[in-house]
């Protein structure tokens, strides 16, 4: 069982950036697969980023690809999502979640993740 808890939201003017960290529990966040996904109001899910388990490799989906980064800290249970040139479509709550499975192409789909944080907003203005 692994909680999470994601920090770091807020409201940021178009162009800035913002860090969000999910906090883990439990004792063996080195194994999962940690992802980063979002949801704008009325909108599905959707992936946005992942990082394999010892954090050797990561991907992105094409609309954040080159301003968002992610990383993992394994000794402090973390994973981060660094997002850079902010834009109002990036208006979204966004979610963390972890995959107990070895990395699939699964895991760029909320599907392929076991347990997920409760969200954080972020706003982007214009």
């Known amino acids: 069982q692994v909680q999470l808890v994601e920090s770091g939201g807020g409201l940021v003017q178009a162009g800035g950036s913002l860090r969000l960290s999910c906090a883990a529990s439990?004792?063996?966040?080195?194994?999962?697969?940690m992802g980063w996904f979002r949801q704008a109001p009325g909108k599905e899910r959707k992936f946005v980023a992942t990082?394999?388990?010892?954090?050797?490799?990561?991907y992105y989906a094409d609309s954040v690809k080159g301003r968002f980064t992610i990383s993992r800290d394994n000794a402090k249970n973390t994973v981060d999502l660094q997002m850079n040139s902010l834009k109002p479509e990036d208006t979204a709550v966004y979610y963390c979640?972890?995959?107990?499975?070895?990395?699939?192409?699964?895991?760029?789909?909320?599907?392929?993740?076991?347990?997920w944080g409760q969200g954080t907003q972020v706003t982007v203005s214009s």
């Open positions: 979640a972890a995959a107990r499975q070895a990395f699939t192409i699964a895991m760029m789909t909320s599907r392929g993740y076991d347990y």
């Open positions: 990082i394999t388990a010892s954090g050797g490799s990561t």
């Open positions: 439990g004792r063996t966040f080195s194994n999962y697969v």
